[in-house]
Each structure stands twice: as structure tokens, then as C-alpha cells.
């Protein structure tokens, strides 16, 4: 006897959101959306949610089962039971609730519509097809995977504290124009992914790819903008800058020079950024946390110098 | 009053291909009751055919008689050829916009081999192409968002026609249970299939009839409904789909004797024949007790193919088998059983997506229909795989000519608003306060049932005539079933239930049109006559509501380049 | 127990206390670390923001070395055992880049097999042989102490890379807790991220992080926070005096490494492991577990 935690929310009877508990017996091989289903469709036909096409490529499903985004046509009742036989279901997170697990995708949206997510081409198209060799198609292989079914976004853990945050959905979106060979915008896109709000506010935390029911994993996505746009020279920003100084340190001395880091990441002209910095520093300092000023390298490092050499760094 | 130029009901590929041949000078809507990344359309998984000739020589005439053939000579050629014709420059127009297509060593976009077709002109992104092509295009809206308003979660209730012309449609707003009448000078129907009247249907749930009954309610007949087509290879007792690129890739179907029967039944194209042909061997061979274990499913077995060309080419289809049934086709055979897939019938339209009533060839003025809801016919008794797609884009881009040129020259009409919206909310009214005593999901359950029993792969006079009986008896019931949620915001329930009863009409139009096609042709087949009859059954059937129930006319099929003759493969 | 140890380079710098409460954990279980001295940074997977593959060709180099020395590699912080473990994916997930990757360590002496295995230590210490060896050597059970994990993301996600049994609701280290004496506190943030990867580029929305991890600890009745990650330590002890101005809160809770923890049930003192040398005062340690 399985046990459905479901957070209920009907703005028309009460303005605030309240669970309730559906048991039923689930047979084997029942998907989260099958029980969703049958709460609805025999035991109470006012739960509201989200589904189409029940194969996992519509993106309609996405809620949160035991504080996790999921797919729910995709995944099966009895891999999500706690260790109660139970599974709460909440609507997604970071978007706000319009009725039970249905919530409001407009932000999502907007977001993407953000990134300039159609091919930029100023040149004309040629008679036939364009060309792209498949390695240049496996450069968008997994992100062109995206079903907008919003799972990253839920769980983003910077857009629980910053909604400025373009979030992984759109990020993943954009990188599948910045690698697309065809596109003739990839500098403007990395200008403006590289701006507050885009590429530089991950903060690696790995959800996303943890939560995509797609091969598309936004954050590796959001990585390879990164290396475009620090090849593309996209460099005057403070994410931009640590990457250079961090890559640059251990080029030198095979290990983090923590006290040249912090200054080269807020670029040593900018002293409102170095000002930031301040209290940190004489914190530091006071409790003998600084790092030694004389920074030694590792041993062998020549054999790392080599290695960086070799791959033109 | 909400007033649209052109208001296109269905936002998937045919809707926003409309779309974009409306928007350059003329205000368009595009009202879709999910949002477009949603539709249908994106389930597709095999191809988009085209007689490009990058993977072999190939031609458009080659690819106009595969289809006729394919469609067991039901097609209307005219339109075949001008579609197949136009195939090349629509996939090149779509890989323009951006559309991301699997590609040859050489960089062209790659073609693969499908059912029916003589060549590999199957265009195709790994087995996702529908999902490609639909988010291709979805980019375009996004990138013309100026010019089309999208109305995200708005369900489509009726035509406004007045006099043969039509001036609109009602509507009303999901999320908050508003509704609203939009005028419009003229409206296209992109609405989809209806494969959710069958138990074991690949199909969405949205894919209920709603647009093919709003025609239908306003007096336009629905042509060829018999003709449904059964996938072969559908998820075994989910009816989820695995594409039929697995076969085009080289994938065998095995019965339980572990042998590849298809050369009983197509020897030269064997797993490669059109899906109406598969399918019927596939239920034969499981009637006969030579389905896996003796039970009612096939293995489809694609291990010899080897890891790397799974994982480069059917990715997406090797997912679903883990995720939805724990089997990696890499190292077991997939179980799989016909499923109800694609609907050949629909709304009636010419070749350039005009709605026509074809017995007395009278258009209706302002009323345009693109894609699966649509039928021209192109596609005929069945559908060859990877022509959907193709379908879709190109009737899409036809039907918003058609519509611009249309309302260029047209104006808005009178329509009677409160008239209209008080229809529809006497019909909430009506749901809300029914006598309760019936469980709607009983009756779904018993509709899709009794269709896949009666009105399936195989059919025959007497199963088809208790099917219509159980149908009616369904129609009534309905009439007393309990509802749950009375709200305004959101009111899925309510959704559902307006959904069943389009399902339920269309059902016993399905099984009425299969009662009075007494002959076997394409996905339609009758065990009590097994035979095509090109002497008497040589048209199409266009199907009529009238007060006193159903009334079949018919229309004839325009034959051009190829006489019907025999069609084995 | 034999490892080569990943220091990781904070380790050695601005949480200098977690390298000398490591050596000191080491020494009371009784397990023998060696140094990997020659290993390079490993990215923090900032440097495959820049070069991917320069990333994981030092990173098979520190591989390469813990093969020839015969050991597995034990890593004390969550950032390193993530981005190691990514890097371990990624050459053995393909042949032909493993073979790529070989060649550029080649002239440097250096072959990867794929035979090396990478654990954090709180993976060898929730092990049945680390546990045997937490029971035995414990002195000083840490009783009355209300111990909140924090683990850091690198070391949970994505799953399949993380050395935990369940990633999404880990145990390990609140078992580690229990064994030690200690109570442990759940709470939901303990799998979130501290915001550290950001503190330079969005300030706010990485101490807004931290910040509620803290908050979400304090009001779940913990005494303080234990993490595997000094990168996690930094932004929840060394920023907190901020995060406290930013949310007009004062918890003071102190964040300890796991191998404070660890040590002081060993019977260490509070200052041998240079807890005098946090942000946030750990007094409440000098009272609890005095100098022994």
C-alpha cells in the first residue's frame, strides 16, 4: 500500500496550500504519472497536473517527488517509494504555484526567449542544404535532447537566491547556438551570456544534470560556453578573469596561488571589486589564515609546464 | 472581443509552419490547449522523407508512387505529386531556419531507410526528427514574437460558421476558465489525430478529436475516418512507440518461434513493408499462438546492430525500452504489439489546405486544415512512415497561404458573441450539474477497449456492429457522469470529460465508416472481406452528422499517374 | 590502510587547519597517508571552463602517480574528489581520448591504466574496515554535541560519479557522527550548495546560499557544522561575519572540517587542530573537549 503525500493548492478555496494523502495499491511497473492518474481518475478528480505525450518527450510532467524534480512519465512509482512506502509530490520548485502541481512557466520562458534561442545567419543560405560534418552536429548533439520540461530550472539552487539568473534551461538553449556551426552570432551571444545573469552565475552545484531526464545536462553545457567565450576573448568580467588567473596559477606552480586568485578575479584595476574584498582579507589575516606570500610549487612541476605547453596554454 | 486575422487552432508542426507564412504582414494567433514544445508532433521519432538523393540516387516520382502504393491507391495523385515535389525545398527551407539534422561523412543532411519507401529518404535527427523539427520551428515563433500571439493553454470549442463561411472560434483560457469568442477573417485547424479512442494508442493524451469534431458539429463531413493506422512496433501493453527508424536501421521483428516471419508476408521488403502490412502480420502471427510465449506481443530485435549504432541513431528509442519496460535493446529483444497511431482521415481540404466539402466541391469560405487533423488525401488507405512530418510542414506552409490570401482580401463578420459563449458555458453548466452516477473513467476505459477489440487491426461486420451498439450505449452514460472539480482555474477534469465526448462521437464514426467499407484497403481491414474493391469502393468516404444520426456520402479519388493494381511488396 | 593523499591546495593555505587535522587523524587511526607532492592542482573544474582536456590530462597525471606508487587516492575535499571523479569519467568513458591523454603524459613518465580508485575520506571512514577502526581508537566520544553535515555538491552530483550510496539522501557522514558520540542533525540543506564557486562573481547570491544553509542548521538545533569541503568551509565560516550582516542575524555557529571532528573523538585538542584559526569562534570546543 503506497502512500501519495500530494501538496494541494486551489486559489479559488483557500489562499494557502495544504497536503493530503492518497493510498492505493500500485501495481508493478506503474510510472509516477500512471499514479497520478489513477489518484485523479478514481479517487479524486480535482488533482491538477501537467501531462501529454507519456513518453518522456513532451516535457509536460516535471514535479518535485520526495523534494526532487523528476519526469514523472518517466520514471517508476517503486524507485521513488521512501523508506515509508511514500512519495511526496509538491509542485516544481522556483516557479510559483497556479493550482496543485501546475505552476506558472512564464518566467521559464521569457527566459529562453532571452538567450536569442533561433540561428542568427546574416549570409545567404546556399541553394541546398548547408553542411555540417557530424562532429560538428555531436557539438549539439545533447543539448538539442531538451524538452523544456523544466526540471533544472526547479531545482537551480542560484535561482532559489537570484532570479536574475538565466538558469540552466536557457543556458543549455544558448550553448546550442553557440556551438552550432551555422550560427554567425557566437562573439554576441558570449558578450551577452558572459553578463550578470548568465554563464558566470553557475555555481557548479551539479542539480541540474542530476535532475534532466535528458542527455542534455545543462551545466557541461553551460561549461562549453565558457570555453568559447574565454577563447572568443570575452574576458573582462570577474568569472572570466578567474578562470585566466586560476589556469594561469597552476600553469606556474602546479598549485593555486590563493592570495594573486582573489586579486586577478577582480582584475587589479578595478578597485571597487578589490574593496570587496577587504573585510575577507583582514579577517584572513587577523587569524593567521593568509596563504604563505612566498608560494612554492609542487614538485616536478617542469613535467606539468610541459603538459600545459604541449596543449598551448 | 479578441480579433486575430488568422487564427490557428494547434501549435504543432503544421500550426507553426502556418503560422510563419502568415506572420509577415497580417496579425496571427496561434491557440494551442498545451503549449507548442508540447504537441504531438515532437513524439515523432523516424524521418522526414524527401527525394533528396543524398544517400542514393532517388527522385520525386519515385517517392509519389511508393505513397500512392502505399496508400493502396486512395490517394489523390494530384496532390501527392505537388506535395512530394515540394518535399526538397521544405527541408532545406527547414535546415535554413536552424532545424538540426543527423548528417552524412560528408556533411549533407542523411537519409535513412523506412517502411514503403523504395529509397532512403528519410531525413532524420538521431530518432528524435518530430522533437527536431518541432523546436526548429517553435525557435521561429519565438524569434517572430512580435507578429504572432501565442495563447498557451486555450481549448479550442467550436467554429463559428455562419452561411458557409467561417468567422472564428470559441474558446476559453485553461488557466482561469474564461470564455471568449476570437473573430477572425480566416482560421486553420492544426489539430491533430485521435488515437486516444484506442486502448494501445502511441498517441499523447491530447490527442482527443477536438478539432475534427468542431468541423464535424458545424456541418463539414469527416473524410476517410475507417482508415486508421496501426504502428507495428509499439511499446507491448503501453503502446508507446519505438520508431520504425529501428527497422529502417536494420532491426528484425521475431516471432515466438524466434523467426522473422515478415517473408510469409512481404518477402521482399520484409520488416521494410508499410506499417498497415506489419502490423496485420504481426496479429495474425499472435491470433495464431505464435506470439512471444504464446502472449499477444513480437520481439523486435536490433541486437546485431551493436552498441555504437545504437547509441548514435536510436539513443532516444534505447531510453524508453530501459525507462519504461527495463529492457536494453542493446542486449535483449524489445516486446512490442500494433498500436493505434496515425489517423489517415479528417477535415476535408483541396491541396492548398482549403476546407472543401468534396460530394458538392463547395469550399468553406475563411476555414483552412493542415496536417494529421487534415485529410486532402495524400496519404490515401495508410501512411507510408517519415510522410507525417513531411505532410505536416508542407499542407502547413499551403494552408497559411491559402488563409493570408484569404484574409487579405476579406473582412471581419458579425458574430453573435453572447450567443456563442453562452453556449459553451451551458455546456460547463450542463457537466457540472450531471446526475453523477457514472465513472468517466469507466468509460473511457470501455470506449478504448471495445475499439481495440472491435474496431482494430482486424475487423468484421459483426464485431463493428456491437461496437457501435456499446458505443451508443457509452454516449448515454456519459450523460450522468460525476465530476469532481467545479472550479474555474485550471479545471482539468473538466477538460477530460469535453475531451471523452469528442472521443466518443469519433469512435462510433470510426467504427461506422469501417461498418459500411465493405472491402479491405490500406489500415482498414475486414476479415469478412479481405479483397480491395477498386470497382465499388474506388472513393472516399466522407462521413456527415445529421439530425438523424451519421450519413456516409462519397467523393472520388483523383487517379493520375498510376492505376490502382496489386499491391504486394 | 595505505593511501596516497590529495591534499587539494586550500587544504595547505587559507584552511591550513585542515591539513594538520588530517595528518592528526591519520596518526590516531592509525592509517598511513603519503603525500602526493608531485600532483597538480585538480581544476576545481574551473580550469575546464578554459581547457577541458589540459584538465583531465593533469588530473590522469595524479592518477598516474598514485598507479605507479601502487595506492588508491583518498581526497579531503569534496571539489577535488568531484572534479577527479569527473575527470577519472570522462578518459575512461572513451578509448580513443584515453589514448590521447596518455600520449601527452608519456614524455613525462606517466601512464594512466584506469586502475586507481578516488575516495573522499569520509568514504573510507564510513567503510566497514574505517569504522572498525573509528570504534577502536575513539578516546573521547563526543557526547552532547549536535554535529550538522554539510557535504558539498562535487561530492554528490551527478550521481553516478558520487562514492556515496544514495546522493540524494546520504547517511554516511551523520553515521560517522553517531559512531563518534555525537548527535547528528538532519536537515534538508545539508546537500545544497554553499555558493563558494560564485563568491567572486555574484557575491550576494553566494552568501544568500550560505546563508540559509547556515540558517536551515542553526534552527535544526545544531551546535555546528562539520563539512568534507574546505572550499564549503570558506564561504560558511570565513564569510559568515558577512552573511550575518546580510540577513541581521548573529548564530555564531562554528564549521568544522570532518577530520576535526574525527580527531578530537581521537582525543586531540582543539588547538593541536588549529581550530583557534577559524572566522567563527570554536570556544565551544575548548569547553566541551578541553586539552587532554
Redesign the interface.
Known amino acids: 500500500m503506497a502512500t501519495f503525500k500530494i501538496k494541494r493548492f486551489?486559489?479559488?478555496?483557500q489562499p494557502e496550500p495544504y497536503m493530503e494523502d492518497f493510498e492505493y495499491d500500485v501495481p508493478d511497473?506503474a510510472?509516477l504519472l500512471d499514479c497520478m492518474n489513477t489518484i485523479?481518475?478514481?479517487m479524486?478528480?480535482?488533482l491538477?497536473?501537467?501531462?501529454?505525450?507519456?513518453?518522456?518527450?513532451?516535457?509536460?510532467c516535471a514535479v518535485k517527488a520526495?523534494?526532487?524534480a523528476v519526469l514523472a512519465c518517466?520514471?517508476q512509482a517503486e524507485h521513488l517509494y521512501?523508506e515509508n512506502e511514500t512519495i511526496k509530490l509538491e509542485p516544481l520548485g522556483n516557479m510559483k504555484p497556479?493550482?496543485?502541481l501546475?505552476v506558472d512557466?512564464t518566467p521559464f520562458?521569457d527566459k529562453?526567449?532571452k538567450v536569442k534561442?533561433?540561428?542568427e545567419t546574416s549570409s545567404k543560405?546556399p541553394?541546398?542544404?548547408?553542411?555540417?560534418?557530424?562532429e560538428?552536429?555531436r557539438l549539439?548533439?545533447d543539448t538539442?535532447?531538451c524538452?523544456?520540461c523544466g526540471a533544472c530550472y526547479s531545482d537551480c539552487?542560484?535561482l532559489?537566491?537570484?532570479d536574475n539568473?538565466l538558469g540552466p534551461a536557457a543556458l543549455a538553449k544558448a550553448q546550442r547556438?553557440v556551438s552550432?556551426s551555422?550560427?554567425e552570432a557566437t562573439l554576441e551571444r558570449v558578450k551577452n551570456l558572459s553578463e550578470?545573469g548568465g554563464i558566470?552565475?553557475?555555481?557548479?552545484?551539479?542539480?541540474c544534470?542530476?535532475r534532466c531526464p535528458k542527455?542534455a545536462?545543462p551545466f557541461y553545457r553551460i561549461?562549453e560556453i565558457?570555453?568559447v567565450a574565454?577563447e572568443k576573448g570575452v574576458h573582462n568580467?570577474?568569472?572570466a578573469r578567474?578562470?585566466?588567473a586560476?589556469?594561469s596559477?597552476?600553469k606556474h606552480s602546479?598549485?593555486?596561488n590563493?592570495n594573486f586568485l582573489?586579486l586577478l578575479?577582480?582584475g587589479i584595476f578595478n578597485i571597487k571589486g578589490l574593496l570587496?574584498l577587504v573585510?575577507?582579507g583582514i579577517?584572513?589575516l587577523l587569524?593567521?589564515?593568509?596563504?604563505?606570500i612566498f608560494h612554492k610549487s609542487?614538485?616536478?612541476v617542469d613535467?606539468?609546464k610541459?603538459?600545459?605547453k604541449?596543449?598551448n596554454? | 472581443m479578441i480579433k486575430h486575422d488568422v487564427v490557428i487552432i494547434g501549435a504543432g508542426l503544421a500550426g507553426m509552419r502556418a503560422a510563419l507564412e502568415v506572420c509577415k504582414d497580417l496579425d496571427v494567433a496561434v491557440l494551442t490547449k498545451v503549449y507548442p514544445s508540447r504537441s504531438h508532433s515532437g513524439a515523432a521519432q523516424g524521418g522526414i522523407a524527401a527525394a533528396l538523393g543524398n544517400s542514393e540516387p532517388d527522385s520525386w516520382e519515385e517517392h509519389m508512387f511508393d505513397t500512392v502504393k502505399g496508400g493502396d491507391f486512395l490517394s489523390d495523385q494530384d496532390a501527392v505529386e505537388e506535395y512530394v515535389r515540394a518535399a526538397p525545398r521544405i527541408i532545406y527551407e527547414l535546415e535554413h531556419m536552424g532545424c538540426i539534422f543527423s548528417r552524412t561523412p560528408d556533411g549533407k543532411i542523411a537519409q535513412r531507410k523506412f517502411g514503403g519507401h523504395s529509397k532512403p529518404r528519410a531525413c532524420f535527427c538521431a530518432d528524435r526528427t518530430g522533437h527536431a523539427i518541432l523546436h526548429a520551428l517553435h525557435e521561429q515563433l519565438m524569434k517572430n514574437a512580435k507578429t504572432v500571439k501565442i495563447y498557451n493553454e486555450w481549448y479550442m470549442h467550436s467554429l463559428v460558421v455562419d452561411d458557409g463561411q467561417c468567422n472564428g472560434v470559441v474558446v476559453s483560457n485553461i488557466q482561469d476558465g474564461s470564455v471568449e469568442v476570437i473573430h477572425a477573417k480566416s482560421v486553420i485547424f492544426c489539430t491533430g489525430g485521435y488515437g486516444r479512442v484506442y486502448k494501445i494508442t502511441s498517441n499523447a493524451f491530447a490527442s482527443t478529436a477536438d478539432g475534427v469534431m468542431a468541423a464535424l458539429d458545424a456541418g463539414i463531413p469527416l473524410q476517410d475516418p475507417e482508415f486508421v493506422q496501426f504502428h507495428p512496433s509499439g511499446l507491448y501493453r503501453q503502446g508507446i512507440l519505438f520508431s520504425e527508424a529501428a527497422r529502417g536501421e536494420g532491426g528484425y521483428l521475431l516471432n515466438g518461434a524466434g523467426e522473422r516471419f515478415m517473408e510469409k508476408y512481404a518477402p521482399s521488403r520484409m520488416e521494410l513493408a508499410p506499417r498497415d502490412i506489419v502490423s496485420r502480420a504481426e496479429q495474425s502471427e499472435m491470433d495464431a499462438g505464435r506470439g512471444v510465449n504464446g502472449e499477444g506481443y513480437i520481439y523486435l530485435d536490433l541486437r546485431h546492430l551493436g552498441e555504437a549504432r545504437i547509441m548514435e541513431r536510436l539513443p532516444q528509442i534505447r531510453q524508453l525500452g530501459i525507462d519504461f519496460i527495463g529492457v536494453d535493446c542493446i542486449k535483449d529483444p524489445l516486446p512490442i504489439q500494433p498500436t493505434a497511431h496515425y489517423s489517415m482521415g479528417g477535415i476535408p481540404t483541396d491541396k492548398f489546405g482549403q476546407v472543401t466539402i468534396k460530394d458538392t466541391n463547395t469550399p468553406v469560405k475563411g476555414f483552412f486544415a493542415a496536417g494529421e487533423c487534415a485529410c486532402v488525401s495524400v496519404h490515401g488507405g495508410n501512411r507510408l512512415g517519415t510522410n507525417s512530418l513531411l505532410e505536416a510542414v508542407v499542407f502547413g506552409e499551403r494552408a497559411g497561404k491559402s488563409a493570408y490570401e484569404y484574409a487579405k482580401n476579406a473582412d471581419f463578420a458579425t458574430v453573435n458573441e453572447a450567443q456563442e459563449k453562452t453556449r459553451i458555458l451551458e455546456k460547463f453548466e450542463d457537466i457540472f450539474q450531471r446526475d453523477g452516477t457514472e465513472s468517466y473513467n469507466d468509460i473511457r476505459n470501455e470506449m478504448k477497449e471495445v475499439m481495440m477489440s472491435h474496431c482494430g487491426v482486424f475487423r468484421d461486420k459483426q464485431r463493428l456492429e456491437i461496437c457501435i451498439k456499446t458505443l451508443k450505449g457509452l454516449q448515454e452514460r456519459f450523460k450522468k457522469g460525476k465530476v469532481t472539480d467545479k472550479g474555474k482555474v485550471f479545471n482539468s477534469e473538466l477538460y477530460e470529460i469535453l475531451e471523452l465526448g469528442n472521443m466518443l462521437r469519433m469512435a462510433e464514426i470510426i467504427a461506422t465508416g469501417a461498418l459500411n467499407r465493405k472491402e479491405s484497403r490500406g489500415g482498414h481491414y475486414r476479415t469478412d472481406f479481405p479483397k480491395r474493391d477498386d470497382v465499388n469502393f474506388l472513393k472516399h468516404t466522407l462521413m456527415y452528422k445529421t439530425d438523424e444520426g451519421l450519413e456516409i456520402k462519397y467523393s472520388p479519388v483523383v487517379i493520375t499517374k498510376h492505376q490502382p493494381a496489386e499491391r504486394t511488396y | 590502510m595505505k593511501f596516497a593523499l590529495f591534499t587539494g591546495c586550500v587544504s595547505k593555505g587559507a584552511t591550513r587547519e585542515l591539513m594538520a587535522s588530517t595528518t592528526k587523524a591519520a596518526e590516531g587511526l592509525g592509517i598511513d597517508f603519503v603525500e602526493m607532492k608531485a600532483a597538480a592542482c585538480c581544476g576545481a573544474g574551473v580550469i575546464s571552463e578554459q581547457n577541458p582536456m589540459l584538465a583531465d590530462a593533469l588530473n590522469a597525471r595524479t592518477f598516474a602517480i598514485a598507479e605507479k606508487q601502487g595506492l588508491d587516492i583518498v581526497t579531503i575535499c569534496s571539489t577535488c574528489q568531484g572534479v577527479l571523479k569527473k575527470s577519472e569519467c570522462n578518459i575512461k568513458g572513451d578509448a580513443e581520448y584515453q589514448k590521447k591523454i596518455n600520449h601527452l603524459l608519456q614524455e613525462g613518465g606517466h601512464q594512466y591504466d584506469g586502475t586507481t580508485k578516488i575516495k573522499h575520506f569520509s568514504n573510507i571512514l564510513a567503510s566497514d574496515e574505517g569504522k572498525a577502526l573509528l570504534k577502536e581508537k575513539i578516546t573521547r566520544p563526543l557526547t552532547g554535541l549536535k554535529a550538522a553535515a554539510f557535504y558539498g555538491c562535487y561530492v554528490l552530483r551527478p550521481s553516478e560519479l558520487s562514492e556515496y550510496d544514495d546522493p540524494d539522501n546520504p547517511t554516511e557522514m551523520e553515521d560517522l557522527f553517531e559512531l563518534m558520540g555525537a548527535t547528528p542533525v538532519y536537515y534538508p540543506s545539508r546537500i545544497k550548495c554553499c555558493g563558494f564557486p560564485i563568491v567572486m562573481m555574484n557575491k550576494k547570491a553566494s552568501l544568500e546560499m550560505a546563508g540559509n544553509a547556515l540558517v536551515d542548521a542553526v534552527e535544526s538545533g545544531a551546535d555546528c557544522v562539520v563539512t568534507g569541503c574546505p572550499l564549503c568551509h570558506l564561504n560558511l565560516d570565513s564569510y559568515q561575519p558577512e552573511i550575518e550582516k546580510m540577513i541581521s542575524k548573529k548564530y555564531s555557529i562554528p564549521i568544522l572540517h570532518l577530520p576535526q571532528l574525527v580527531a578530537l573523538s581521537l582525543g586531540y585538542s582543539p588547538k593541536e587542530l588549529l581550530m583557534d584559526k577559524h572566522i567563527v569562534s570554536t570556544r565551544i570546543f575548548q569547553k566541551m573537549f578541553p586539552s587532554s
Request: hydrophobic letters at 30%; one cysteine or more.
Open positions: 486551489n486559489p479559488e478555496k511497473g510510472t485523479k481518475w478514481t479524486d478528480g480535482s491538477t497536473y501537467r501531462m501529454s505525450c507519456r513518453s518522456a518527450i513532451c516535457g509536460s520526495n523534494g526532487h518517466q520514471r521512501d497556479i493550482k496543485d501546475v512557466f520562458w529562453i526567449d534561442p533561433y540561428l543560405p541553394e541546398k542544404e548547408r553542411t555540417q560534418s557530424p560538428e552536429f549539439i548533439d538539442s535532447t524538452i523544456m539552487h542560484v532559489e537566491v537570484d539568473f547556438f552550432d551555422r550560427d550578470y558566470w552565475d553557475c555555481t557548479h552545484c551539479g542539480e544534470v542530476e542527455p545536462r561549461k565558457m570555453t574565454l568580467n570577474d568569472g578567474h578562470a585566466l586560476f589556469t596559477s597552476v602546479g598549485r593555486l590563493e582573489p578575479s577582480k570587496e573585510p575577507i579577517r584572513m587569524k593567521g589564515k593568509i596563504p604563505p609542487v614538485e616536478d613535467d606539468i610541459r603538459i600545459f604541449k596543449l596554454q
